[in-house]
Structures are given as structure tokens and as C-alpha cells.
């Protein structure tokens, strides 16, 4: 039988707190990321940064568990895919992330813990806090991969599997330059359980310009205010986007975006 002394020695010795593994996983990232941010442009540091990255990966293979997505690798890597602060695309959703060749479709998948901290990364870039917010925010779309902003043009339905508690596509563009366009990436996002799955697809799906639409784009731009041309470029941008949400179940090729959101859903793992 143990002393009350020793009893009272152990107690002092385990933390009443104990790190949980996202936790931990975080930590290890963030001393890496301390670490990366001082150090020297060279060889030996470009080595040692792909070792931390297959550290980081191992460790969030172990959270995350074994995922299949169909038409993607079966082994995912960090999706956070550099330590450098600066650097472009750093700040990624962290997880195991897939891609197929070419990234013509890309998936991330996480905890909700994870998640959680990440929004929480990312509230000075306007990310909102609350989940299923964020879910539906160009913001999620354009931080958690690629390199490249996000413009979200409309919402598309999709059937909720059993057991998840959330689901969302949407449809938008991405690129490095103006944003106004025929949206043709899919983004669908389903959580069940304590895992969160965001499969993107570019060129999912062929649609066209709404004229009602153009409209709006053309009579924003014609304001005289604000003077500043991107404030004004972005005012119109938003307006054009709303007509877009509102107006796209009635075009001809919106069915056909229901569809491809569906079955890029069922690629998931949520059965």
C-alpha cells in the first residue's frame, strides 16, 4: 500500500491538466515555426524544414486516424505545407492533406479541435468563430489550401449522410487575380463526429454569366463613390456575387452543379 506521502509526491508530479494530442501537436508545429522563422536561407535548413514537416505529418497521421477519399493518394501529408512565417501559404487548416495530379482536386482533413484553433488563427483576417459560419465564409475557402483567394458566388444543396452534423458546398472561383468570372470550383465541407473533411474540386463544373447580374456589376461600377477604385471594385463585387446566389437555381446549368456537389460528397468517408 502506497504512503499517503507518496501518494501526495505523485500527485504533485502529474499534471492536473494533461496536453491532449491536438494540443501537443501544436506545440511541436509552433516550436517549429519559432524556429524556421530565425533561421538562414540555406541547404541544411531546407533539409531540416522537409524533416519537420514529416514529423508534423506523422504526428497528425496519428490524430486523424486512416482516411480513404476516392481518386486520392491513400497516404496524405501536412497540409500545412511551410513552417516559414511570410512565406506564401503559410497558415494552411492544419491536417493530413491530399491532392490528385495536377491538384485538380484537393482535400484536408482535421480534427474539430483543430479547426477550432485554427478559425481562432485566423480572426484578424475577418475568419468568423463560430463553425458553421466560417463553414459558409469565402474566408474558410481562402485559407485553408492553395495560395490563392476565394471568391464564394452561391451555396448548392446536398443531402446531409446520417450521423454528420454538418454539411456545406459552395461555388465559387479561385485565383491570383480579379475574381469575377463563371465560378466553376466546387468546395464541400462535412463534419461528423470529431473529424472535418473539405474536399475542393477545380473545373467541377461548367456554368455562365448571369445578365441580370452584369447588370448590377456594370451600375456599381458607374458610381462615382467611393472614389478609391478597389473599394469600389469591391462593393461592386459583393453585390454581383448576392445577385449571383440569389439568381443561379434558376439557370440551366445549376442542376447540374447539385449534382457534382453530391457526388463529391459521397467521395468522403462518411458512411
Same mark, same amino acid.
Given at each position: ?12 508530479a502529474?499534471?492536473?491538466? *494533461? ?18 522563422? +530565425? ?12 524533416? *519537420? $514537416?514529416?514529423?508534423?505529418?506523422? =504526428? ?7 482516411v480513404?477519399?476516392?481518386?486520392l493518394?491513400?497516404e ?16 494552411? $487548416? ?13 482535400? =484536408? ?33 481562402y ?8 471568391? +464564394? ?35 464541400? =465541407? ?32 458607374? +458610381? ?17 456575387? +448576392?445577385?449571383? *446566389?440569389?439568381? *443561379? ?17 459521397? $467521395?468522403?468517408?462518411l458512411?
Open positions: 500500500m502506497r504512503s499517503p506521502a507518496l501518494l501526495c509526491l505523485l500527485a504533485l502529474t499534471p492536473a491538466h *494533461a496536453a491532449t494530442p491536438e494540443q501537443r501537436y501544436l506545440d511541436l508545429r509552433d516550436r517549429y515555426i519559432a524556429k524556421f522563422s +530565425k533561421a538562414p536561407e540555406n541547404d541544411e535548413t531546407s533539409k531540416q524544414h522537409d524533416a *519537420a $514537416l514529416k514529423e508534423l505529418t506523422g =504526428v497528425l497521421r496519428g490524430l486523424v486516424g486512416p480513404t477519399i476516392k481518386g493518394p491513400a496524405g501529408k501536412s497540409n500545412a505545407d511551410t513552417l516559414f512565417k511570410g512565406d506564401s501559404g503559410f497558415g494552411h $487548416l492544419d491536417g493530413l492533406g491530399f491532392a490528385s495530379e495536377g491538384d485538380k482536386m484537393q482535400a =484536408v482533413v482535421t480534427t474539430t479541435t483543430l479547426l477550432k484553433h485554427w478559425l481562432a488563427e485566423h480572426r484578424e483576417d475577418g475568419m468568423p468563430q463560430e463553425q458553421g459560419a466560417a463553414l459558409k465564409s469565402d474566408r474558410f475557402y485559407y485553408a489550401i492553395q495560395d490563392a483567394a476565394f471568391a +464564394k458566388y452561391a451555396e448548392v444543396p446536398i443531402a446531409k449522410p446520417t450521423g454528420a452534423s454538418a454539411v456545406v458546398a459552395v461555388l465559387g472561383v479561385r485565383g491570383n487575380g480579379g475574381l469575377k468570372g463563371p465560378p466553376q470550383e466546387i468546395g464541400v =465541407v462535412a463534419i461528423k463526429a470529431d473529424k472535418v473533411y473539405y474536399l475542393a474540386a477545380t473545373d467541377a463544373v461548367k456554368t455562365a454569366e448571369i445578365p441580370a447580374c452584369e447588370k448590377v456589376w456594370k451600375q456599381m461600377m458607374a +458610381k462615382k463613390t467611393p472614389q478609391d477604385a478597389m473599394a469600389r471594385e469591391d462593393q461592386a463585387m459583393d453585390a454581383y456575387t +448576392k445577385c449571383f *446566389a440569389k439568381e *443561379a437555381p434558376g439557370q440551366s446549368w445549376y442542376a447540374a452543379a447539385v449534382k457534382k456537389a453530391q457526388s463529391q460528397l459521397e $467521395l468522403l468517408p458512411r
